[in-house]
């Protein structure tokens, strides 16, 4: 079993930065590849970012170039790094770990992006 914790989340104004980080527990050599969701009110989930063991990302168009996201293999620990802000990335933003047959999910955490 792998377990996932989101932190770094807060109130950030439009234009500023924020790091999120998701750290892994458990059985951690299940994890294959590691990603970022997010869901604002209203909405349905969306897949914001996504990470290989080897290194390797891809972006959702609306993160392109704002976002990038990284992981540090030996912490075990995921980062997505959030910079010019837009009030329309405000959402819960959820960790999520590919263990081959299964998905583990974090509990998420809220970023609010608000003058």
């Known amino acids: 079993q792998v377990q996932l914790v989101e932190s770094g989340g807060g109130l950030v104004q439009p234009g500023g930065s924020l790091r999120l980080s998701c750290a892994a527990s458990?059985?951690?050599?299940?994890?294959?590849?590691m990603g970022w969701y997010r869901q604002a009110p209203g909405k349905e989930r969306e897949w914001v970012a996504i990470?290989?063991?080897?290194?390797?990302?891809n972006y959702g168009e609306s993160v392109k170039g704002r976002f990038t996201i990284s992981r540090d293999n030996a912490k075990n620990t995921m980062y997505l790094q959030m910079d010019s802000l837009k009030p329309e990335d405000t959402a819960v933003y959820y960790c999520?770990?590919?263990?081959?047959?299964?998905?583990?999910w974090g509990q998420g955490t809220q970023v609010t992006v608000s003058s």
């Open positions: 458990g059985s951690v050599f299940r994890i294959n590849d």
């Open positions: 990470i290989t063991r080897s290194g390797n990302a």
């Open positions: 999520n770990a590919n263990l081959g047959l299964t998905f583990a």
